[in-house]
T-cell receptor, first 113, second 116 residues
Framework: QKEVEQDPGPLSVPEGAIVSLNCTYS??????FMWYRQYSRKGPELLMYTYSSGNKEDGRFTAQVDKSSKYISLFIRDSQPSDSATYLCAMTLSNFGNEKLTFGTGTRLTIIP | DGGITQSPKYLFRKEGQNVTLSCEQNLNHDAMYWYRQDPGQGLRLIYYSQIVNDFQKGDIAEGYSVSREKKESFPLTVTSAQKNPTAFYLC???????????????FGSGTQLSVL
């Protein structure tokens, strides 16, 4: 079993819809959770990060962590064609460096105009 | 513009050949990383360096080598010992800090390596 599981998609939704992207994980010690966005043939860029449980909102994006279920989500409201990309979750233990980041496989998202 | 430059964008390797992927950053970051990305797999860490003249193996270092002679440069050599080198290779650097949340990762645009 992989430490981090992420549905690879592809996921296609119409413009304006709410998108829900999810990851599950097996290591209950993970404390820091991140979402990266990767456009085709480009490097990932950090979208959002959260510490422990709870929600965090940034514009149209909301990151949610449910540590009891070992489940994290990224919601995108009012989705735009420019949101079409692969979304990677990543997580690590408390105060560990980037060398300990564990990445999901990524979910490919297409927003249909 | 500050950033990370990877070259070439596409690279082809013949059987038994060593190839070197270039990574240069002008962000003045101390730490640099090499990741490999394969379809259906998450990013996997090959090597990382937190300071000049020092580097550490990541999770999948076999068949790869690196050097860190300058702060801004971290080239990756894919040796002939790497039997399955076809992948998308990503270089990254990070801001100084303590812990992943304080050390934001910046990625280059990647190099696609294929075997002839």
């Amino acid at each position: 079993q992989k430490e981090v599981e992420q549905d690879p998609g592809p996921l296609s939704v119409p413009e304006g819809a709410i998108v829900s992207l999810n990851c599950t994980y097996s290591n209950s010690a993970f404390q820091y959770f991140m979402w990266y966005r990767q456009y085709s043939r480009k490097g990932p860029e950090l979208l959002m990060y959260t510490y422990s449980s709870g929600n965090k909102e940034d514009g149209r994006f909301t990151a949610q962590v449910d540590k009891s279920s070992k489940y994290i989500s990224l919601f995108i409201r009012d989705s735009q064609p420019s949101d079409s990309a692969t979304y990677l979750c990543a997580m690590t233990l408390s105060n560990f460096g980037n060398e300990k980041l564990t990445f999901g496989t990524g979910t490919r998202l297409t927003i249909i105009p | 513009d500050g950033g990370i430059t990877q070259s070439p964008k596409y690279l082809f390797r013949k059987e038994g050949q060593n190839v070197t992927l270039s990574c240069e950053q002008n962000l003045n970051h101390d730490a640099m990383y090499w990741y490999r990305q394969d379809p259906g797999q998450g990013l996997r860490l090959i090597y990382y360096s937190q300071i000049v003249n020092d580097f550490q193996k990541g999770d999948i270092a076999e068949g790869y080598s690196v050097s860190r002679e300058k702060k801004e440069s971290f080239p990756l050599t894919v040796t002939s010992a790497q039997k399955n080198p076809t992948a998308f290779y990503l270089c990254a650097s990070s801001t100084p800090g303590q812990g992943a949340l304080n050390e934001k990762l910046f990625f280059g645009s990647g190099t696609q390596l294929s075997v002839l």
